[in-house]
């Protein structure tokens, strides 16, 4: 049974930087304290229930939500028509002044804000649990080691998309916050390393069935990897993936297909996804990818028979078809691997596309899963990730002859029969891993942070062929980051003083 129940603990301090007067001024019987609430083991776990809980919301994983930021505006999902409102954030004429007003609810500010209200609501948490004197030693670690991932799981995305942030970890007023400065981004994912190391030592290394959702010691442990790299900590990033593959009960699945399968959402190789419920907390992220009908077929003469061949099988095009396959990821993805069934299709029931679409993405059941009521988990992390992470790693050590085993492991159901890689020198092996990355972890949310780790997003940008826009004429430097939002400027004016241009906006 999952654990996401209907019920949301809500904070006396505000979710978010703004509207904090207005806030202040509900009704106090409509508020539940921190001072009468964090007594019990069972009040602290409905506390992190909320966390996972924010995780949710459109603005995070809920929707496209941080898909905007991190797989958009690279090189494999684009719309298929222009829509508008979120066009900025793929084609690179993104600005301080159209930050906000582009975003209704689930773009960049949304974004600041929910993470920021993990990392307060985490710091309550933390005080409170520091305070109490009633609840059992073991308790109190692991109600820490889930907050402290939390927290620096939402740092660890305030870093990648904005790069130096305001940082705190105590308890502090509205006031106080409001008028922290950006601390450098090296400094955070210092400390965030130490929290996730202690997380990773007192959380379960599985997770039991009442619990489906929520975060074991691998999770922790895959999120360090990916700093790790992000640092060109090699060593360190080799060491810890290699924990995960060794000693983690994560295995490779033998077939990549039923990785995404539904009813299949619990499988070995995923580390960890965000859990939903249909008409409990049911998601749209999986509209993104679902075509709609009104675009196909290709053959707009056979849109009825399209249509009852669907219902015949009671599904249907329902989606909103704006995150297709590019026509870059179309023509590049090598026709012999057996992963391209999964993320390219451009026929299905027999009938031609008018786009082509990544399945592993989409839910056309219509009797179990209607359109904005989805049960599909957000799929986070799998071990597949892990793995390519270890070669990376060992190739930027010692070269190619140790990270063949990592990246052939991934291979080797991609191809009948097998095509392990050899031969390669350092710079040929990294090239072969970028691609690798983007066959194997394609639309999973990877791809853009990627491109920005490895320094080559520019260049991808520019030589990539879109179909609804092309980015190549606007994309500059400072685009690896977002503007801080307007709205949390005129809250917060010191946020301008280490960097005046806003990274690089004004």
Not at 116 to 141: A, C, F, G, R
Not at 380 to 396: G, Q, S
Request: glycine share 4%; proline share 5%.
């Amino acid at each position: 049974m999952k654990f996401i129940t209907k019920y949301i603990l809500i904070f006396v301090i505000s979710a978010t930087f703004i509207d904090c007067d207005s806030y202040l001024e509900e009704e106090p019987k409509a508020i539940t304290s921190p001072s009468t609430f964090f007594n019990t083991v069972e009040e602290f776990e409905l506390a992190i229930v909320g966390l996972y809980e924010t995780w949710q919301q459109n603005y995070l994983h809920g929707n496209i939500g941080l898909y905007r930021f991190t797989e958009n505006g690279a090189d494999i999902v684009g719309p298929n028509r222009n829509f508008g409102q979120v066009e900025p954030y793929m084609s690179y004429s993104l600005s301080e002044s159209n930050i906000s007003a582009i975003s209704q609810g689930a773009g960049a500010p949304m974004t600041w804000q929910g993470l920021y209200s993990i990392i307060l609501n985490s710091n309550t948490i933390l005080s409170k649990l520091e305070l109490n004197d009633v609840i059992s030693q073991s308790s109190k670690e692991r109600i820490e080691a889930e907050t402290l991932f939390h927290r620096a799981y939402a740092y660890y995305y305030l870093t990648n998309l904005w790069g130096d942030v305001p940082y705190y970890r105590d308890n502090l007023p509205i006031s106080e916050i409001q008028a922290l400065p950006r601390t450098d981004k090296k400094t955070i994912r210092d400390e965030i390393l130490v929290d996730l190391q202690k997380a990773q030592a007192s959380l379960p290394s599985s997770i039991s069935t009442n619990n489906l959702g929520k975060v074991s010691k691998w999770v922790a442990a895959t999120v360090m990897v990916k700093i790790y790299l992000i640092q060109n900590k090699w060593e360190q990033a080799k060491s810890k993936a290699l924990e995960i593959i060794n000693d983690s009960p994560h295995k490779l699945l033998d077939d990549y297909a039923s990785v995404f399968k539904l009813g299949n959402e619990y499988n070995e190789e995923i580390i960890w996804s965000i859990d939903f419920a249909k008409d409990v907390n049911g998601n749209n992220w999986v509209d993104h990818f679902t075509p709609r009908i009104r675009d196909e077929p290709k053959d707009k003469s056979k849109k009825a028979e399209l249509s009852a061949a669907l219902a015949a099988r009671n599904e249907g095009f329902t989606g909103y078809g704006l995150a297709i396959a590019l026509p870059d990821f179309v023509k590049k993805f090598p026709l012999d691997d057996l992963r391209r069934a999964s993320n390219v299709t451009s026929e299905y029931l027999g009938y031609e596309l008018n786009f082509s679409y990544i399945p592993k993405r989409w839910n056309l059941d219509q009797i179990n899963s209607p359109r904005g009521n989805h049960a599909d988990n957000k799929l986070i992390f799998r071990l597949a990730d892990v793995y390519l992470m270890a070669a990376e790693a060992e190739n930027e050590l010692n070269g190619p002859g140790n990270a063949y085993q990592y990246i052939n492991k991934v291979r080797e159901r991609a191809f009948e029969p097998d095509q392990p890689l050899s031969g390669l020198s350092k710079e040929e092996f990294r090239l072969a891993l970028y691609d690798e990355r983007k066959w194997e972890l394609a639309a999973e949310g990877e791809r853009r942070m990627d491109l920005i780790r490895w320094g080559i997003l520019l260049d991808v940008v520019k030589n990539t062929e879109y179909r609804v826009y092309d980015p190549a004429p606007n994309i500059k430097p400072h685009h690896i980051l977002l503007p801080i939002p307007p709205e949390e400027l005129i809250l917060n004016p010191t946020l301008l003083e280490s960097d005046p241009t806003n990274n690089g906006y004004r």
